[in-house]
């Protein structure tokens, strides 16, 4: 990938701007300059900014980014073989330069120094681009980490020794004994996931580190747990090695955001200005109503049957009927409608209309109408909220009595099926969209429910409920003329939930994006939620240091 | 029974100043959040709301003029609502609770108390009934309250296994899956036909779990998906519901122990975990029972020399009791984090 195509792209700079970024007040950190040939492992903490002079090119890191995001998508259980060879595949295919950068025992060779050189400077150069908005250091820092882990199996697999690695970046996780390991042998065959006799653990080393360190494997009950250790066996060092690095690098993206005012003037970093905006989606947070529109609760019924996603249909069935709705669903219909274009008087008017048959006004004014202000930025810390996206809903957590989250992840099939023959959907394409949702294709599926609605077709695929609602309105108020739907089952999808048509510029790297046929999936770990918490973490620990 | 007489809202504004100004047991409750002031400020910095009536709520913060007001530490809570389990339960339902439905709440502090304490190495832990139908449990340790909300998160979900909403009747599958209502928690038709035969046989709950495991036992070979289906159905019907939200953030609001529930005017006592099955919510004294405790005690006790502690004179003693025994534990941490801050070392 290069950048020959920009025209007014700058050719050229010096990282000495970097440099001196890097080492403003906010970072507070002794520089040690890197000799350049000393990257003695392939993978890289990236603790030190790079020296010396770089060129644009070097930004290549991101196709990996977008390499592995579009892997996410389609339909590739995330760490699994299967998804790690579609990685190597892809990067082999396109001659990036990781490959040769994960070359072992290469510190003699020069391609292999160079790479990992490229691979230390761009990554400092996006880390620039990719610190200034919360969903763009969210999504960085989910890829970074899927690179790196990728990066990390692999390299292992290929026999690394990362004794070195582990001790130059501070790391140090303590085996436990034999005697131990025999002692807690059936309580370690029970508990480790993958290990299913005590036979397995004979050729087996654990890991005894304290639980906070091992957050993923605990959160999904993957790992012996005793007195607040976590026994991680050392086929799972990953998972301990990429927590690590996942929370430095959040917390390096806050404090560059932190540092980007001063940085900000200086013209050799404009280009990097509007870099960003190429790779996240239209702003629903921002976004006044639909096509400009304002929706009153007088419509909603009629809305919720025309143009509302499957997910907001249902909460609106729900609430006529049960005149409530838990938490999760006030805020993922409230947000909806405040996006779609419902003001705070109407949103409280409705809310109040539906609860107020359970309750009393008064009991409505205390306990919910602060948290309808609150989601429009009225009350406490006065932040107006976005409306979640497909991602946030599919991978939401859903509790007994709720009725939020996504249809067609959190419906049993048989529940689903009923209410999709209930509003008229055929059944060939009913059982269609089952057999997406028993693969994992909540939002193909989503898409396909569209279609039947509309007899036309979303051609970027769904990734936001407002952005299945305003082109549902613009399809039925004759705005948008109809795409038909392809008739084959393969439909081109464009792309994936992070990037927007419309920002795209002449010199993104999107022309790999727009010609997946594959198809999207969303992958249900909790990325999105480990990272919400880590920024709000590092922040808050920021903002008392 | 004798003590269940209806509670008079009418009179809380009366009575309130008479128990925060005798009976609320104000030494114990401070030296419980001091942490024994490792750091000096703790004390000084804790954060507490008020509610005044008609539920209006009075935060120290307010966000216009104060920026900078960030939560650092808190304890790790816990929140179990009886109302999670009304699709498990045939005696009551909403706010209503009696005798049959605390039985859950006895299970799911039995069971959060071990998890807690044996997986995750806590030992200060304060369960406390919540005044009408449900229970809390605080966390205490240092190493729970500077939890980050990420590991805040895991736990709540390491402890979390009943999940799934409205649309999903089997909220619990086991790695390797709604019924009289249970019935339809079995996801087998020709089970499910021959359970629906043999069920109305049974006179009574033993015997029909008795019936259900045999079938299932009976089927086990036939399908994989039926190797754990008599623990799932056990998970799902009596596993601790937790309300993780609570757990996971560190500025949600919990009503505080010691407090008086507005709407039944029971004292929020703590309780031994080991006693949660011998615990009677109906039993626990309301704020005009108290009162009364106190008058007759002194009525009875006129003209003694030595003066007693008003609390001790009324039926929440033996909650104190509970409390202290949980604070002289803490004093120990307590004690060693402040040598460990003045650069001793505990041997």
């Given at each position: 990938m290069s950048f020959s195509t920009g025209k007014a792209m700058i050719t050229y700079f010096h990282t000495k701007i970097i440099m001196e970024i890097y080492s403003t007040k906010a970072f507070r950190r002794k520089q040690k300059i890197l000799v350049e040939s000393s990257y003695s492992s392939s993978l890289q903490f990236y603790s030190e900014p790079p020296t010396g002079n770089i060129t644009l090119k070097e930004f290549d890191e991101l196709s990996f980014l977008r390499a592995i995001e579009r892997i996410n998508l389609s339909g590739h259980a995330k760490n699994s073989e299967e998804w790690m060879q579609k990685?190597?595949?892809?990067?082999?295919?396109?001659?990036?330069?990781?490959?040769?950068?994960?070359?072992?025992?290469?510190?003699?060779?020069?391609?292999?120094?160079?790479?990992?050189?490229?691979?230390?400077?761009?990554?400092?150069?996006?880390r620039l681009a990719y610190c200034r908005s919360e969903e763009l250091r969210r999504w960085f820092v989910a890829q970074e980490t899927d690179l790196f882990r990728a990066r990390f199996v692999r390299v292992a697999k290929m026999g690394a020794d990362f004794s070195s690695f582990l001790k130059e970046n501070n790391l140090h996780f303590s085996q436990i004994s034999e005697e131990e390991l025999k002692q807690e042998s059936v309580n370690l065959m029970m508990a480790t996931y993958n290990i299913n006799s005590v036979d397995q653990l004979e050729d087996k080393t654990f890991f005894k580190v304290p639980f906070v360190e091992a957050l993923e494997l605990v959160r999904n009950r993957?790992?012996?747990?005793?007195?607040?250790?976590?026994?991680?066996?050392?086929?799972?060092?990953?998972?301990?090695?990429?927590?690590?690095?996942?929370?430095?690098?959040?917390?390096?993206?806050?404090?560059?955001?932190?540092?980007?005012?001063?940085?900000?003037?200086?013209?050799?970093?404009?280009?990097?200005?509007?870099?960003?905006?190429?790779?996240?989606?239209?702003?629903?947070?921002?976004?006044?109503?639909?096509?400009?529109?304002?929706?009153?609760?007088?419509?909603?019924?009629?809305?919720?049957?025309?143009?509302?996603?499957?997910c907001m249909r249902h909460m609106h069935e729900y609430?006529?009927?049960?005149?409530?709705?838990?938490?999760?669903?006030?805020?993922?219909?409230?947000?909806?409608?405040?996006?779609?274009?419902?003001?705070?008087?109407?949103?409280?008017?409705?809310?109040r209309s539906h609860f107020t048959k359970n309750m009393d006004v008064d009991k409505f004014e205390k306990q919910y109408a602060y948290n309808i202000r609150h989601n429009y930025g009225k009350e406490g810390k006065r932040t107006d909220y976005?409306?979640?996206?497909?991602?946030?809903?599919?991978?939401?957590?859903?509790?007994?009595?709720?009725?939020?989250?996504?249809?067609?992840?959190?419906?049993?099939?048989?529940?689903?099926?009923?209410?999709?023959?209930?509003?008229?959907?055929?059944?060939?394409?009913?059982?269609?969209?089952?057999?997406?949702?028993?693969k994992h294709h909540y939002q193909i599926a989503c898409q396909r429910?569209?279609?039947?609605?509309?007899?036309?077709?979303?051609?970027?695929?769904?990734?936001?409920?407002?952005?299945?609602?305003?082109?549902?309105?613009?399809?039925?108020?004759?705005?948008?003329?109809?795409?038909?739907?392809?008739?084959?089952?393969?439909i081109k999808y464009q792309h994936s939930v992070l990037t927007s048509q419309s920002q795209a510029s002449p010199s993104t790297q999107s022309q790999n994006a727009a010609d997946i046929s594959g198809v999207e999936s969303m992958l249900f770990d909790d990325d999105d939620d480990m990272d919400d918490a880590l920024f709000e973490v590092a922040m808050q620990t920021d903002v008392n240091s | 029974?004798?003590?269940?007489?209806?509670?008079?809202?009418?009179?809380?504004?009366?009575?309130?100043?008479?128990?925060?100004?005798?009976?609320?047991?104000?030494?114990?409750?401070?030296?419980?959040?001091?942490?024994?002031?490792?750091?000096?400020?703790?004390?000084?910095?804790?954060?507490?709301?008020?509610?005044?009536?008609?539920?209006?709520?009075?935060?120290?913060?307010?966000?216009?003029?104060?920026?900078?007001?960030?939560?650092?530490?808190?304890?790790?809570?816990?929140?179990?609502?009886?109302?999670?389990?009304?699709?498990?339960?045939?005696?009551?339902?909403?706010?209503?609770?009696?005798?049959?439905?605390?039985?859950?709440?006895?299970?799911?502090?039995?069971?959060?108390?071990?998890?807690?304490?044996?997986?995750?190495?806590?030992?200060?832990?304060?369960?406390?009934?919540?005044?009408?139908?449900?229970?809390?449990?605080?966390?205490?340790?240092?190493?729970?309250?500077?939890?980050?909300?990420?590991a805040r998160s895991a736990v709540a979900e390491y402890l979390q296994v009943v999940r799934g909403g409205e649309n999903q009747t089997k909220k619990v599958i086991f790695n390797s899956s709604d019924l009289h209502p249970f019935i339809n928690l079995i996801p087998d038709p020709e089970l499910r036909e021959n359970l629906s035969k043999v069920m109305p046989k049974c006179c009574n709950s033993l015997q029909r779990w008795e019936t259900i495991k045999n079938e299932i036992e009976g089927m086990k070979n036939k399908k994989k998906s039926f190797t754990h289906?008599?623990?799932?159905i056990m998970f799902q019907l009596i596993y601790p519901r937790l309300d993780i939200n609570v757990s996971k953030g560190i500025n949600h609001l919990l009503k505080s122990p010691f407090s008086i529930h507005p709407k039944t005017g029971r004292v929020c006592v703590p309780f031994n975990a080991s006693d949660a099955y011998a615990f009677n919510p109906l039993r626990v004294p309301t704020i005009?029972?108290?009162?009364?405790?106190?008058?007759?005690?002194?009525?009875?006790?006129?003209?003694?020399?030595?003066?007693?502690?008003?609390?001790?004179?009324?039926?929440?003693?033996?909650?104190i009791f509970v409390f202290e025994k949980f604070l002289s534990g803490l004093s120990k941490e307590n004690a060693a984090r402040r040598l460990e801050e003045n650069g001793w070392c505990m041997i």
């Open positions: 990685i190597f595949e892809d990067f082999q295919k396109n001659k990036f330069f990781i490959i040769s950068a994960d070359k072992i025992g290469g510190t003699k060779n020069e391609d292999v120094i160079n790479a990992r050189r490229k691979d230390h400077l761009s990554h400092f150069i996006l993957k790992v012996f747990l005793k007195k607040g250790f976590a026994y991680v066996p050392s086929s799972d060092l990953v998972t301990l090695v990429s927590t690590v690095f996942r929370s430095k690098l959040s917390q390096a993206l806050t404090a560059t955001y932190k540092a980007l005012p001063q940085i900000e003037d200086d013209e050799r970093l404009y280009s990097l200005k509007d870099f960003d905006k190429r790779h996240t989606g239209s702003d629903y947070s921002q976004k006044k109503s639909a096509s400009g529109q304002q929706i009153t609760p007088e419509m909603l019924n009629h809305l919720s049957t025309t143009s509302f996603p499957l609430l006529n009927t049960q005149h409530h709705l838990k938490h999760g669903g006030r805020m993922q219909y409230g947000l909806f409608l405040k996006a779609a274009g419902l003001k705070l008087e109407d949103a409280l008017k409705f809310w976005t409306p979640y996206s497909c991602m946030k809903i599919i991978t939401t957590n859903v509790g007994a009595g709720d009725c939020h989250g996504c249809p067609f992840k959190h419906n049993d099939s048989n529940i689903l099926k009923q209410k999709l023959i209930n509003y008229q959907v055929s059944s060939d394409i009913v059982n269609e969209i089952l057999d997406l949702t028993n429910y569209f279609e039947a609605k509309h007899h036309s077709t979303i051609e970027s695929g769904v990734n936001h409920p407002n952005q299945y609602f305003e082109e549902s309105v613009a399809i039925l108020h004759g705005t948008k003329t109809p795409n038909k739907a392809a008739s084959t089952p393969n | 029974m004798a003590n269940e007489k209806k509670f008079e809202v009418h009179l809380l504004p009366d009575l309130l100043p008479v128990y925060y100004g005798r009976l609320f047991p104000y030494e114990q409750y401070y030296k419980w959040l001091s942490y024994g002031n490792v750091p000096k400020t703790y004390f000084p910095h804790r954060e507490f709301s008020f509610t005044l009536a008609d539920d209006i709520y009075l935060r120290p913060k307010d966000h216009r003029t104060v920026t900078a007001f960030v939560p650092l530490e808190k304890e790790l809570v816990f929140d179990i609502d009886m109302t999670d389990y009304d699709e498990v339960r045939y005696c009551c339902s909403g706010a209503d609770i009696c005798l049959l439905c605390w039985k859950y709440m006895a299970v799911a502090v039995e069971i959060l108390d071990i998890g807690l304490r044996e997986d995750f190495g806590f030992n200060h832990i304060l369960w406390v009934f919540s005044g009408r139908r449900g229970v809390h449990g605080w966390v205490c340790d240092a190493r729970a309250r500077s939890l980050s909300q990420l289906l008599t623990t799932e005009s029972d108290l009162i009364e405790e106190v008058g007759e005690f002194d009525k009875t006790r006129t003209g003694e020399a030595v003066k007693i502690t008003d609390y001790k004179k009324t039926s929440m003693k033996s909650s």
